[in-house]
């Protein structure tokens, strides 16, 4: 998001540049000016504008800005073989130097005009060839990616400007020529003014041009006694489509999206815009009612009913929106917007696929989860967290098979804080690395101690998050957790949900199958609720599934539910894995999943999660003793 900014605001002063160069009126000014721009453009500290004499071979530092050797000025030096502006017109592309200083004087001609560390050259070409330079420099940061795009684009709009000028001086008469190079600086302008103000990927405009808009908008609605509504729109569970069908699906399904949204606000005076990756704000300007922002509300959420076809992919997905009106919510664009925001969340937060109004109280809820994030940032250091362990049982014979280990926030002033709380968060802003570091670490030495103390050795299991596996290092990580507990790798289970399986996944098999080789087994969380391919089921070293608890959940008394269980089971047995159905808390769905052949379950049936203290006598007994099993049997 900060390149994003960067990078329109870099346009927006190559805007204001190349206006101001198309005013000049001497060559001598025009190529200074165009120097001061491209240090400005970049935030750089020097730059050099370098002509280039292919025939005579040699190079003349024609024009600069800011601090260099003003004695260099017009002076013409041989080009080199092997130096720096040499390999450029070699290369025909901008080249980015992190540290001039390890070049020697002789294959580096700027070393006479700057004494900087840092630069980026970029050619500029005339009939086909590099005809000179444009350098910029720094004394120390190096140049990066999105300075090279905005110097490149800087260096070709105001190389036609030149080209004009030179034309109107020589070519005066050739009326038709210059109104061609004209014509083309004003495209290349356009070009310009579209990618400050507009989205690239949608078209929709960005967040710049909705400021100045909504700005527009409250200064009439002031003036006319109206109301304003903006609408901060976020897609449900976007980042599922994202991580399983890709990128490129995701940005073509954000496309869309766009297009729905824009037919639902079709008035004069109303502007959809792209805040950024899957969230979308909306101004209506100039309403009467509340009532009419909420029938737009109401409208945007009836179209997101049909799915979406993107590369043969039927995709449903839902909005999640939340509306503050002008002057009531907020009398300022960055009130407005924020006070939108914190409603859009609290209609997650109630279910999603709904809409909410501002409400000041909202803000205390928002601020309470700024306050959980600072939180939770030093709940590791003060050991806040605890495992708890929760059985899975084989119901044949009523025994413990396995444990899961799932984390729970023991806080200091709220008390156990449920995960449906703290994991979110924690997946947003990353700490759930060192979390579910913590979580592994623990759950290995835990078992260990256990197995010392002379219980029944068994294996237990925790779950894995797609931002530890992103970090490239899992296999290290649980390798020294496995090592300083002293715990063989058969007694570990990694659980991961389908989504995990389809984010680059044939990185991810090489992962697991470096896990597998261990003797760690590899369960899948959840199935069913995911987008995974059995295609990729068929190739992972997977060893388990567990039925997710919305298909166990009115199993009982939905022969849907009970079919896609079925099914799952008979799946899993054609290809050799095993099945744990989790959430079992009746007898009525352990029963039914009995007779489809399912031997494991997990839930508060025979167990709910309990801390280490409490669950060691669950693991000395059978299921009979402590969950009257013989009663089911």
């Avoid at 806040?384 to 023991?410: C, D, T």
């Amino acid at each position: 998001m900060a390149n994003l900014t960067r990078y329109n605001d870099g346009l927006v002063k190559l805007d204001l540049w190349i206006r101001r160069l198309l005013t000049m009126g001497a060559s001598d000014v025009l190529n200074t000016a165009l120097c001061d721009g491209a240090c400005d453009v970049v935030s750089a500290e020097t730059s050099v504008y370098t002509v280039i004499d292919h025939p005579a071979g040699v190079l003349t530092f024609t024009a600069a800005s800011g601090a260099w050797n003003p004695m260099m000025e017009g002076v013409t030096v041989p080009l080199r073989n092997g130096s720096i502006c040499a390999a450029l017109t070699a290369c025909r592309t901008p080249l980015r130097v992190d540290s001039l200083s390890s070049f020697c004087r002789e294959s580096c001609e700027l070393f006479q005009v700057v004494e900087m560390n840092t630069a980026l050259l970029v050619p500029i070409f005339e009939e086909g060839r590099v005809a000179a330079s444009l350098t910029v420099f720094r004394m120390d940061e190096p140049f990066d990616q999105v300075d090279e795009q905005l110097l490149q684009q800087y260096a070709h709009t105001a190389s036609a400007v030149m080209r004009n000028f030179r034309l109107m001086v020589d070519l005066g008469h050739h009326a038709a020529m210059l109104e061609k190079q004209v014509e083309e600086c004003s495209r290349a302008e356009e070009r310009i003014r579209q990618m400050a103000y507009y989205d690239a990927l949608t078209g929709l405009p960005n967040r710049r041009l909705f400021n100045d808009r909504l700005t527009q908008s409250l200064a009439l609605a002031q003036r006319q006694k109206r109301h304003v509504a903006v609408m901060f729109l976020d897609l449900d569970r976007f980042k599922l489509i994202n991580d399983t069908l890709g990128h490129v699906v995701g940005d073509r399904l954000l496309m869309a999206v766009a297009k729905r949204i824009k037919n639902c606000c079709r008035r004069e005076g109303d502007t959809v815009a792209r805040q950024g990756g899957d969230e979308f704000i909306i101004k209506l300007s100039s309403i009467a009612d509340v009532k009419d922002a909420l029938k737009v509300a109401h409208k945007i959420i009836d179209v997101f009913r049909n799915p979406f076809i993107i590369d043969g992919h039927e995709l449903f997905i839902t909005p999640s929106i939340g509306i503050s009106i002008y002057p009531n919510d907020g009398r300022t664009c960055d009130a407005l917007v924020k006070n939108a925001d914190v409603a859009m969340y609290r209609a997650k937060e109630q279910g999603r696929n709904s809409f909410q109004l501002f409400a000041p109280e909202m803000n205390a809820r928002a601020f309470e989860r700024l306050s959980l994030e600072n939180d939770m940032r030093r709940a590791l250091e003060r050991n806040e967290f605890v495992l708890h362990y929760q059985p899975k049982v084989n119901v044949e014979h009523g025994r413990i098979a396995s444990m899961e280990a799932l984390v729970r926030w023991q806080h200091p002033s709220m008390g156990l804080v449920p995960p449906s709380r703290f994991i979110p968060l924690a997946e947003e802003t990353g700490l759930i690395v060192p979390l579910g570091e913590w979580v592994l670490r623990t759950a290995c030495r835990q078992n260990r101690e256990w197995q010392d103390a002379g219980y029944p050795s068994m294996q237990v299991a925790v779950n894995l998050s797609l931002r530890q596996l992103q970090q490239g290092d899992l296999v290290e990580t649980v390798e020294r957790a496995l090592a300083d507990a002293g715990l063989a790798p058969g007694w570990l289970i990694i659980e991961v949900t389908e989504s995990i399986m389809m984010d680059d996944a044939e990185e991810t098999i090489r992962t697991f199958r470096r896990l597998e080789q261990m003797g760690i087994r590899i369960a899948i969380d959840d199935f069913g609720t995911g987008y995974s391919s059995l295609h990729y089921l068929k190739k992972f070293p997977v060893h388990s599934l567990k039925i997710d608890r919305s298909f166990v959940r009115e199993i009982a008394f939905n022969p849907d539910d009970e079919a896609i269980a079925g099914a799952v089971i008979s799946m899993a047995k054609g290809l050799n894995l095993k099945v744990v159905a989790e959430g079992v808390e009746t007898v009525e769905q352990m029963e039914v999943l009995r007779a489809l052949n399912c031997r494991y379950m997990q839930g508060f049936l025979f167990s709910e999660p309990a801390p280490a203290e409490t669950f060691i006598p669950l693991l000395g007994k059978e299921a009979h003793s402590y969950l009257n099993f013989t009663k089911w049997c």
